[in-house]
């Protein structure tokens, strides 16, 4: 039965991210979990303690809002669909993908809004 649920899933998404315009449903549901991941790992950033320091605390989530907003948008592009199916199905998956999603990306996403 789980093989049978899992080959379904597999072709579904397999139509859904044919679509080169927009986001997947399987992105979009991963997108939160991507933006948490995110906030996350800049709270416990040394480097972005220090470099926020001065910042207004408005500024500051403004800044958090649009990095991981960023990363959300541009993580997922390059992970295999099968990847991003696993994570629908199991957490430890969408742990796995959301780290690597954000390592892939923080940096990218920190430089183009900081220019």
């Known amino acids: 039965m789980k093989k049978y649920i899992m080959a379904v899933s597999v072709a579904v998404l397999s139509f859904w991210t044919h679509s080169q315009s927009d986001m997947s449903l399987t992105q979009k549901a991963l997108k939160p979990v991507i933006a948490y991941q995110c906030g996350q790992e800049l709270k416990d950033s040394k ?3 220090v470099s926020t320091y001065l ?3 408005g500024n ?3 800044l958090e ?3 991981c907003n960023c990363v ?3 993580a997922l592009k390059d992970i295999p669909a099968t990847t991003l199916l696993k994570a629908t199905v199991s ?3 969408k742990n796995q993908v959301a780290r690597q999603a954000v390592a ?3 940096k990218g ?3 183009e809004l900081v220019k």
Do not use: Y
């Open 104 to 106: 892939n990306s923080l």
């Open 72 to 74: 959300g948008e541009k």
């Open 47 to 49: 480097i972005w303690k």
């Open 55 to 57: 910042m207004q605390d």
């Open 65 to 67: 809002h649009n990095v």
């Open 60 to 62: 500051k989530a403004k």
């Open 109 to 111: 996403c920190v430089q």
């Open 91 to 93: 957490e430890e998956a």
